[in-house]
């Protein structure tokens, strides 16, 4: 049985113990679970980034809403503030789908001062009056001075979400402006450097051409001025850009800069990040690149990383094959004592896989993970790998147990009674 509370996590990698919750997720063994088969590569790659010193997701300010304005001012941000309330569904989704992501928090934790307020708790209902909040969630931007700037109503995926995000920050009028200047043949060096950045903040995919303008404008050193290297990393979100070629042809200079750690974690962010599009695209390329571009920057766990990446992509394009052999060269060559992650490789391979040799492997998978964390999902999971190598007998000992910790925990064994049964009447 898939985990259902658990995201797929790199073994050895995960700081704190961190996971990927999936909502409402049904526990069934015989049917591939619809949000974990489309998010689990997505989930893999969410813990491969944890693991490269960056935090993930946004980071939430825990004070008062004038200790937030004060905190705002100190640090020259912006403030966001989710209104939501326990009871509310669309609240929950944000809370879980969108604010945990990588490229959300990079974005809001760099220009916002975030902050969740209960519309019902504490200075809430105060706050729900003064704003005049009548649906959940609002979200609204302010200003450092705490004036209002922006605002919208109910949940957003990641994309919508940082588009209105970005409304939050721009001054449109002033964008509009600059946008006629440059039309009108402006190319002063200070323009075009405030222009590229304006048009990042607010998602234009043209940022990235006026940033190559205004870089030719800057000459030997003149390119890597602390204003211009900052300028540089807000660019190196994407593997194929100029300023990630920048990045990893100077590396040196951007370590001495701002730490080995932030840079190499930046390319492993970046890189990461690459990766749901080599799966849509199906492009083995993009995954040389990405993969190198993991090892430069972490050559202690690049090989062991790569394995991971190896894995997440196969089975985002179903090639089981591949998935297979590579899933066991990994177990075989780097131990896991990750519970939840040996036990989501043995149901792929309950599921997918049909070699004999292979999924004996799989099976002492499962049987690790029991013992590493004796739960119902992975004793179910175990219970079927026996089943599916002929082991009947010890099947139905392994179904029971799992029934019986399920039972304890008030959990839904429908699946396990039902494969239960199966083995019984076989």
């Given at each position: 049985m898939q985990e259902g509370n658990v995201g797929i996590q790199g073994p050895e990698l995960l700081q704190k113990g961190k996971s990927i919750n999936f909502e409402e997720q049904t526990r069934s063994n015989h049917m591939y679970t619809t949000v974990l088969k489309q998010f689990a590569a997505a989930a893999l790659v969410l813990s491969l980034a944890m693991s490269?010193?960056?935090?993930?997701?946004?980071?939430?300010?825990?004070?008062t809403w004038d200790e937030a304005v004060e905190e705002a001012q100190k640090e020259g941000k912006f403030i966001f503030v989710d209104c939501y309330t326990t009871w509310c569904g669309p609240c929950k989704k944000m809370a879980k789908q969108v604010f945990p992501r990588d490229e959300v928090g990079a974005f809001m934790n760099k220009n916002f001062i975030n902050v969740k307020v209960d519309m019902e708790k504490?200075?809430?209902p105060t706050l729900k009056g003064k704003w005049g909040v009548s649906a959940y969630p609002t979200m609204i931007f302010f200003n450092s001075a705490g004036e209002e700037v922006h605002r919208f109503k109910g949940a957003r995926k990641v994309a919508d979400f940082l588009t209105e995000a970005r409304k939050g920050i721009m001054d449109v009028n002033q964008l509009a402006e600059f946008d006629e200047k440059y039309e009108g043949g402006e190319r002063n060096p200070a323009f075009l450097y405030k222009y590229a950045n304006m048009l990042k903040m607010a998602g234009s995919n043209r940022a990235e051409m006026i940033l190559d303008e205004y870089m030719n404008t800057q000459s030997g050193e003149e390119k890597f001025t602390r204003d211009n290297m900052d300028l540089i990393l807000d660019f190196a979100d994407d593997l194929n850009s100029n300023?990630?070629?920048?990045?990893?042809d100077n590396k040196d200079k951007f370590v001495e800069v701002y730490s080995a750690e932030k840079i190499n974690g930046l390319i492993q962010q970046t890189a990461y990040g690459s990766l749901q599009k080599a799966i849509d695209a199906k492009d083995a390329n993009l995954m040389k690149t990405i993969k190198s571009a993991v090892k430069s920057a972490d050559p202690d766990k690049g090989e062991e990383k790569n394995y991971q990446l190896d894995i997440a992509y196969y089975k985002g394009i179903e090639d089981w094959n591949n998935y297979a052999k590579t899933a066991v060269k990994y177990l075989k060559k780097y131990e896991s004592k990750n519970a939840s992650y040996l036990n989501n490789?043995?149901?792929d391979f309950f599921q997918h896989v049909d070699n004999a040799k292979m999924l004996k492997k799989a099976e002492q998978w499962a049987k690790l993970s029991t013992e590493i964390d004796d739960q119902h999902f992975n004793n179910d999971t175990y219970a079927n790998l026996l089943f599916k190598n002929g082991k009947d007998a010890e099947a139905i000992l392994?179904?029971?147990?799992?029934?019986?910790?399920?039972k304890y925990e008030k959990r839904d064994f429908s699946a396990t009674q039902k494969l239960l049964d199966e083995i019984l009447t076989n």
């Open positions: 490269a010193s960056f935090a993930a997701g946004m980071d939430f300010f825990h004070g504490g200075e809430g300023s990630f070629k920048v990045l990893q490789l043995a149901w392994v179904a029971e147990k799992a029934i019986t910790i399920a």
